[in-house]
């Protein structure tokens, strides 16, 4: 097992779930802009989930 893809992994759950509750607070205090980084910081966190997963179907 790989420890920086590891690493990258919890990174990626991070950045989904920081996005996420930025998103949401965002919404809560009718800050646009705190909304749309949320969704962007989010979004992060899916593309860096979705290339690690990528890497772990090539490992074997």
Known sequence: MNGM???QKSQAKGE???GKSK??????????RMTAEGRA??????ARQAKEKG?????D
């Open 5 to 7: 893809t590891d690493n």
């Open 16 to 18: 989904q779930v920081k």
């Open 23 to 32: 998103e949401a607070m965002g919404r809560m205090v009718g800050n646009e």
């Open 41 to 46: 910081e989010k979004a992060k966190g899916d």
């Open 55 to 59: 890497k772990d179907v090539f490992k």
